[in-house]
């Protein structure tokens, strides 16, 4: 049975937009099995036609020319040439792979308007392109496919009871639930082997590393092809190096000496992994006194938690890792950026080191903070006291994921 994502019900609510639909994200991260799934359930209702462009014979035909795709769906009405209505929605897997992606999507939108609807999933970050934030103005949307957030990962581990009880503990502030421990015992498991489809609907912990060396592999290879990287042993090594720095700064310098490479090839490689391969996440600082407060440098964050363990090849109880805090602040990273724009989300750091994990501004001025803790015994709420006192108007919280009454538990947020 397909379980449903939570992206699932947005792209319905936007069938009916004249826009085009256009689903992005990781490799192997389900967008072909969302594709597969809207497409089923709309046939009963909508004119519909799938197309995967992952068939090369029916890529080579479509860029000799655009018109070709109708000979694997039904052609629609052009608006200005007939009165006719019926509309022709067209799902299109693997976009990417057209030679000209934007010119295709404009092409049909401006010929067919809104008698044909494009929902199309694309791996490569084509949508970055110049010409398709120019060229698509008003005639597509974006929408970001990740891997399973952890509501998502309990469906996909048939835990449907406690998936809803992990929705009462966090819109119930005194909730109290007497399942929180099965919650953690699956919440270490998200936290060791992510989130990938195909890792939450393994049960042996074996192949669950298999299935992510297996995924790491392939996507580097395809990665490295496809954004013609050069140097594939250092493109590697600054993304281990990277997953061994997950909440603290990025100084491309640093890293410049480290591998050796020179700092435009290392920011074209932060670019790959950030924008094309989406394997990392760089959060910027806060700040509103630049010469006190840190400006330039931010912080790095793994899309998903297993394949960051797997490039450091850790996967041992959480109660024996030294990097638990680490893991635990990239989680709370990967959970905040569900919950907010990610415009809204940053760190604050001064020029003497002093440090808030996370600030969320929520209007002009204000908003909250938070600061991650795997225990809460550790905390000092006045350690933080010159970000209170500079900024009053930031509600100011500890995350925790063992906490003795000081801090919000980790599974509340």
Same mark, same amino acid.
Request: proline share 2%.
């Given at each position: 049975? @397909?379980?449903?994502?939570?992206?699932?019900?947005?792209?319905?609510?936007?069938?009916?937009?004249?826009?085009?639909?256009?689903?992005?994200?990781?490799?192997?991260?389900?967008?072909? &099995?969302?594709?597969?799934?809207?497409?089923?359930?709309?046939?009963?209702?909508?004119?519909?036609?799938?197309?995967?462009?992952?068939?090369?014979? *029916?890529?080579? $035909? @479509?860029?000799?020319?655009?018109?070709?795709?109708?000979?694997?769906?039904?052609?629609?009405? +052009?608006?200005?040439? =007939?009165?006719?209505? &019926?509309?022709? @929605?067209?799902?299109?897997?693997? *976009?990417?792979?057209?030679?000209?992606?934007?010119?295709?999507?404009?092409?049909?939108?401006?010929?067919?308007?809104?008698?044909?609807?494009? @929902?199309?999933?694309?791996?490569?970050?084509?949508?970055?392109?110049?010409?398709?934030?120019?060229?698509?103005?008003?005639?597509?949307?974006?929408?970001?496919?990740?891997? #399973?957030?952890?509501?998502? %990962?309990?469906?996909?581990?048939?835990?449907?009871?406690?998936?809803?009880?992990?929705?009462?503990?966090?819109?119930?502030?005194?909730?109290?639930?007497?399942?929180?421990?099965?919650?953690? %015992?699956?919440?270490?498991?998200?936290?060791?082997?992510?989130?990938?489809?195909?890792?939450?609907?393994?049960?042996? $912990?074996?192949?669950?590393?298999?299935?992510?060396?297996?995924?790491?592999? =392939?996507?580097?290879?395809?990665?490295?092809?496809?954004?013609?990287?050069?140097?594939?042993?250092?493109?590697?090594?600054?993304?281990?190096? #990277?997953?061994?720095?997950?909440?603290?700064?990025?100084?491309?310098?640093?890293?410049?000496?480290?591998?050796?490479?020179?700092?435009?090839?290392?920011?074209?490689?932060?670019?790959?992994?950030?924008?094309?391969?989406?394997? *990392? $996440? #760089?959060?910027?600082?806060?700040?509103?006194?630049?010469?006190?407060?840190?400006?330039?440098?931010?912080?790095?964050?793994?899309? $998903?938690?297993?394949?960051? +363990?797997? #490039?450091?090849?850790?996967?041992?109880?959480? =109660?024996?890792?030294?990097?638990?805090?680490?893991?635990?602040?990239?989680?709370?990273?990967?959970?905040?950026?569900?919950?907010?724009?990610?415009?809204?989300?940053? %760190?604050?750091?001064?020029?003497?080191?002093?440090?808030?994990?996370?600030? /969320? &501004?929520?209007? %002009?001025?204000?908003?909250?903070?938070?600061?991650?803790?795997?225990?809460?015994?550790?905390?000092?709420?006045?350690?933080?006291?010159?970000?209170?006192? &500079?900024?009053?108007?930031?509600?100011?919280?500890? /995350?925790?994921?063992?906490?003795?009454?000081?801090?919000?538990?980790?599974?509340?947020?």
């Amino acid at each position: 049975m @397909i379980k449903q994502r939570d992206l699932y019900e947005k792209l319905i609510g936007h069938i009916d937009k004249k826009e085009y639909s256009i689903i992005i994200g990781a490799r192997q991260a389900g967008k072909t &099995t969302l594709l597969q799934q809207m497409y089923r359930d709309l046939k009963s209702t909508h004119e519909v036609y799938f197309v995967s462009l992952e068939n090369f014979s *029916i890529l080579n $035909d @479509i860029n000799s020319d655009y018109e070709n795709i109708f000979k694997y769906a039904r052609r629609p009405e +052009n608006p200005l040439l =007939s009165e006719k209505k &019926t509309r022709v @929605i067209l799902f299109i897997d693997e *976009i990417q792979y057209i030679r000209d992606p934007s010119n295709f999507i404009k092409y049909l939108f401006d010929t067919y308007q809104e008698n044909l609807k494009i @929902i199309a999933s694309g791996s490569s970050a084509f949508y970055i392109d110049e010409s398709f934030k120019d060229s698509l103005a008003g005639r597509k949307r974006v929408f970001h496919l990740k891997s #399973l957030s952890f509501s998502e %990962y309990l469906t996909f581990k048939d835990a449907d009871e406690l998936k809803q009880e992990l929705f009462r503990i966090r819109s119930q502030e005194q909730y109290q639930s007497v399942f929180y421990n099965d919650l953690l %015992y699956y919440f270490n498991d998200y936290l060791t082997y992510g989130g990938y489809p195909r890792i939450a609907l393994e049960q042996d $912990d074996q192949e669950k590393r298999a299935i992510l060396d297996e995924l790491l592999t =392939s996507f580097l290879k395809k990665d490295i092809y496809e954004s013609k990287v050069e140097q594939e042993q250092k493109f590697y090594a600054l993304l281990t190096a #990277l997953s061994a720095q997950t909440g603290q700064l990025l100084n491309k310098n640093e890293l410049s000496n480290t591998l050796g490479l020179n700092q435009r090839t290392v920011e074209k490689y932060l670019y790959i992994l950030q924008k094309k391969s989406f394997y *990392i $996440d #760089l959060l910027p600082p806060f700040y509103q006194n630049i010469r006190k407060e840190i400006a330039k440098m931010p912080k790095v964050y793994f899309a $998903d938690l297993g394949i960051r +363990n797997k #490039l450091l090849n850790r996967f041992y109880p959480l =109660s024996d890792r030294e990097d638990r805090g680490q893991l635990l602040e990239n989680y709370v990273f990967i959970r905040l950026a569900e919950l907010y724009d990610k415009d809204q989300l940053r %760190y604050w750091r001064t020029t003497d080191k002093q440090e808030v994990d996370f600030v /969320i &501004t929520e209007s %002009y001025g204000a908003g909250k903070a938070f600061e991650i803790k795997f225990s809460d015994h550790k905390f000092r709420e006045n350690s933080f006291e010159k970000f209170r006192s &500079t900024y009053p108007a930031f509600k100011f919280y500890c /995350i925790s994921y063992q906490t003795s009454g000081k801090s919000i538990p980790v599974l509340k947020i």
